[in-house]
């Protein structure tokens, strides 16, 4: 069992962090990945493991890719989970990117927590993304969870309330809670109607949540510009459809009037002090470019959050 840290302030014990995110069910419209993706180009993250995956996958759900490499050499792509570093000013972050495994969930996440604990990780962050009844057009909703009392209160979270069946996100939260570590887990709901990847709407809204949780600013690069392009393409296809603009404007009422007694000033310091801290670093610089700006609608709905 590792000793519980210390959570003196608001930014105290989070000098190593992981951050981790999964392909599958917890990640919808590849929100989470992408979020992931982007963090561990922008810090310039360096690979220290990867995990066997014949402990954890089965071939035949998620099939190896045999490619040919430029010097003409053909090599095969095992679908497996990384772990990479990222030295920041004034932390270390650890970011592991898998696929949810088929089978072995408890020794998975042994394995990455034992990992942590060696890398001197004293908080764990998973980031997912599901389907949701939410407009396109507003700001995509996000969610932080933890099963921590002390952090509920520094950190102004949400308790973990989910019941029902999980994915490998609110497995490993669990394990880490239960193990010692700080754990919180980031959520992002995705319109249903464009399920497809990519979601760079709801990348960038991971990406803010991470930034104000880590206090550590992160480069965003063309992924604004990305996400307003994506929320065009969104409109004109919306535009085509009488059935689907239609059914949009319910949920941007349903959604205005949810949020109207929700004016805070909280929200509006959490944005002014991101910008503070991107002034201070001098700005964004680089990123990583998102996809197709045009998405498709349609995909069926996604996982609850566990």
Excluded at 73 to 82: E, K
Excluded at 106 to 132: F, I, K, M, N
Excluded at 232 to 254: F, K, M, N, T
Excluded at 259 to 271: H, K, Q, S
Aim: aromatic share 6%; proline share 7%; net charge negative.
């Amino acid at each position: 069992m590792t000793t519980e840290p210390e959570t003196t302030g608001r930014h105290a014990a989070r000098q190593t962090v992981m951050i981790a995110a999964f392909e599958g069910w917890n990640d919808a419209g590849s929100a989470a990945t992408a979020a992931l993706e982007h963090l561990a180009h922008v810090w310039d993250a360096r690979q220290v493991r990867e995990l066997d995956p014949e402990d954890y996958h089965d071939f035949q759900v998620n099939r190896p890719v045999m490619e040919t490499g430029p010097d003409g050499v053909r090599t095969i792509t095992w679908p497996t989970t990384t772990v990479s570093v990222a030295d920041l000013p004034d932390r270390t972050v650890v970011l592991v990117h898998g696929i949810e495994p088929s089978f072995r969930w408890r020794s998975y996440c042994a394995e990455l927590l034992d990992l942590a604990a060696e890398l001197g990780v004293r908080t764990v962050v998973t980031l997912g993304a599901l389907l949701a009844d939410v407009p396109h057009t507003r700001p995509i909703p996000m969610t932080a969870t933890t099963e921590s009392d002390g952090l509920q209160a520094v950190l102004d979270v949400e308790p973990s309330t989910y019941e029902g069946p999980t994915g490998i996100v609110g497995v490993l939260q669990h394990e880490a809670d239960r193990r010692g570590f700080q754990a919180v887990s980031l959520w992002a709901a995705v319109p249903h109607y464009v399920a497809n990847p990519p979601s760079p709407k709801a990348t960038l809204a991971i990406l803010a949540r991470v930034e104000e949780l880590i206090a550590a600013p992160v480069p965003l690069g063309d992924l604004p510009e990305d996400a307003e392009a994506w929320q065009h393409g969104v409109d004109e296809l919306a535009s085509e459809d009488a059935e689907i603009a239609e059914y949009v404007q319910q949920l941007e009422e349903a959604k205005d009037t949810a949020d109207l007694p929700e004016a805070t000033g909280e929200a509006i310091a959490r944005e002014f002090e991101r910008y503070l801290r991107r002034r201070d670093v001098g700005g964004d610089k680089g990123g990583e470019k998102g996809g197709d700006k045009g998405p498709d609608r349609g995909g069926d709905r996604g996982p609850d959050k566990g």
